[in-house]
T-cell receptor
């Protein structure tokens, strides 16, 4: 199964700055999702972007998708200490019979310095 | 409140002693899955279930069993745990497979096999 790869692996910024994380994937996708994981806890869904969409917003989150480059980015604006977490992109891929389940990258660990 | 509930949250056991990690969801979701999360390896799918009595292997099924006798429950069974199964485990559910709908995750079970 394919896997997305997030970049960078770790990111440390000051509170109030913007944080950008990238995700690259290998094969054509149906949709792409971003999830957040606070330390040792379950993943929480942030946003879903469909393959025919280029950009999507949700509060302080902005996600872009470039299917020609097989990449997506997650921008968190005006970061807060509570944004400290790991962020994962999740993709699926159409196979012969239908969609696979979610496959995750290894995540970007974001630290917001007060 | 929509949720996925895993139990136990923490478990320390000895090699070879059979154990079951329970997972229950209250959203009437058809699709459920189990993941393990290890440092440097990200989340990997162990087993998934498309519906009652329908289960299939994910990427790392060796050493695990599952069952789906009821829609809401999807227990993970380790018949003879080994130290390499020490990991953080997550159960997830969604309306369907793939990224068309968001996945809801349990809070995780941290398993240590000694």
């Amino acid at each position: 199964s394919q896997q997305g790869e997030e970049d960078p692996q770790a990111l440390s910024i000051q509170e109030g700055e913007n944080a950008t994380m990238n995700c690259s994937y290998k094969t054509s996708i149906n949709n792409l999702q971003w999830y957040r994981q606070n330390s040792g806890r379950g993943l929480v869904h942030l946003i879903l972007i469909r393959s025919n969409e280029r950009e999507k917003h949700s509060g302080r989150l902005r996600v872009t998708l470039d299917t020609s480059k097989k990449s997506s980015s997650l921008l968190i604006t005006a970061s807060r200490a509570a944004d400290t977490a790991s962020y994962f992109c999740a993709t699926d891929a159409w196979t012969g019979g239908g969609a696979d389940g979610l496959t995750f990258g290894k995540g970007t660990h974001l630290i917001i310095q007060p | 409140e929509a949720q996925v509930t895993q139990n136990p949250r923490y478990l320390i056991t000895v090699t070879g002693k059979k154990l079951t990690v329970t997972c229950s969801q209250n959203m009437n979701h058809e699709y459920m899955s189990w993941y393990r999360q290890d440092p440097g390896l990200g989340l990997r799918q162990i087993y998934y279930s498309m519906n009652v009595e329908v289960t299939d292997k994910g990427d790392v099924p060796e050493g695990y069993k599952v069952s789906r006798k009821e829609k809401r429950n999807f227990p993970l069974i380790l018949e003879s745990p080994s130290p390499n199964q020490t990991s953080l485990y997550f159960c997830a559910s969604s309306l369907a497979a793939g990224t068309n709908t968001e996945a809801f995750f349990g809070q995780g079970t941290r398993l240590t096999v000694v």
